[in-house]
C-alpha cells in the first residue's frame, strides 16, 4: 500500500540533508536518535521482563507491524517479505530493493514504515504498549555490501495528530555488510506506552549512487 507524501502529516524521521536535492520532501523534521549502536545480546534476566515482541520474525509468522508507510511516495521501492534464499532465522527474510537510479530522477531518498494498523500515520487508534523493552534488535545485510542506511528507527509518528507515538529512537547511518549482522536500538529510558510505528528505515542516493539493495531478518522488541 503505498502512500503519498502529503497524507503523511507531521512524521519525525531523520534524513541527511546532503543526501536530498533542493526540492526538501515532505518528511524532514528531525527526532533524536538513540546515541549509539550496539550488537549486544540482552540479558536472560531481562529477556523474563519482556517477551520477544516481533514487528518480523517469517512471512506467515504473527508480526505485528505492516510494511505499508512506503516514503516519500512509494516509487521506487520494492519489499519481498517472504523471500527463501539464505533467511538468518527461520524460512523467510525481507529483501528491499532501493532502485536508486529511479529515486534520482524523484524524490533521491525513500523509507518504508512497519505500522499498527497499517497505513496509520496518527489519525487512527492502533499501536502496542511496549513498556518493559529495552531494545529493538534485527538482523541486516546488503546484497554487495557498502550499502548505507541513512537511520533505522522506531516511533516518531503522528506528531500533531489525535494517535501520536509516545517517544522514538534511531539508529545511524549504518553501513552494511554482505554478511549478516546484528543491530540494536536502544531504548532504555523511552516511553513505550503507545508505539504503532514499529520499525522503519530510509536511505537516499548520494551515498548509493549506483545499488542498494539489501535484507532484514528477525526484527523484533526485547
Known sequence: MLLKATNYGILLITLIASGCSSQQPQLDNKTTSSDAMSEEVVSSSDSKKFQPFYV???KHSRNRFTPSG???????????????????????????VFDVVCSRES???????WQNPPDNWGSRKGGY????????????????????????????????QDYPDSDSAAIGPV???KEWKLYSIDL?????????????WSANVQFNPHHCTFYLDDIHFE
Open 56 to 58: 518480523y520474525q517469517d
Open 70 to 96: 512506503y516514503m516519500p511516495n512509494g516509487e521506487c521501492l520494492d519489499l519481498d517479505d517472504g523471500w527463501q534464499y539464505d533467511p538468518k532465522e527461520g524460512k523467510t527474510s525481507i529483501r528491499i
Open 107 to 113: 524524490r533521491k531518498w525513500a523509507g518504508i514504515y
Open 129 to 160: 504498549d511496549l513498556s518493559g523493552a529495552s531494545r529493538l534488535v534485527f538482523w541486516a545485510k546488503g546484497e554487495l555490501g557498502g550499502e548505507r542506511i541513512e537511520e533505522f528507527r522506531m516511533g516518531g509518528i503522528g506528531q500533531g
Open 175 to 177: 553501513i552494511l555488510t
Open 188 to 200: 532504555r529510558g523511552r516511553d513505550l506506552s503507545y508505539i504503532s510505528g514499529g520499525f522503519a
